[in-house]
Nanobody, 124 residues
């Protein structure tokens, strides 16, 4: 069983930065693949990026490429999402999700564990 807790969200002006953290319980977390998703009001959940234990990442989508970076610190059981040059359209609840094994996925149903989400609001 893995429990995930996101933090680091908040209100920021356009052009600003935030770093989200996804802290996990469970001693085997280092063997899990972790993804970040986001959901804006009235929209479907959107894949942002993902990383596995070997630091293999899914290529970033055009909406975040060059601005967002995912990383992980297995010693701290934590995955990070560094978000720079934020835009109002990045406003959403951000969720981290985990699945056992090395396979990373951009599909939400493939993840077994989810955090409660953290709100990111970017003002114009």
């Amino acid at each position: 069983q893995v429990q995930l807790v996101e933090s680091g969200g908040g209100l920021v002006q356009a052009g600003g930065s935030l770093r989200l953290s996804c802290a996990a319980s469970g001693r085997t977390f280092s063997t899990y693949a972790v993804g970040w998703f986001r959901q804006a009001p009235g929209k479907e959940r959107e894949f942002v990026t993902a990383i596995n234990w070997g630091d293999v990442r899914i290529p970033y989508g055009d909406s975040v490429k060059g601005r967002f970076t995912i990383s992980r610190d297995n010693a701290k059981n934590t995955v990070y999402l560094q978000m720079n040059s934020l835009k109002p359209e990045d406003t959403a609840v951000y969720y981290c999700a985990a699945r056992p094994g090395p396979v990373i996925s951009d599909r939400a149903p493939s993840y077994n564990y989810w955090g409660q989400g953290t709100q990111v609001t970017v003002s114009s």
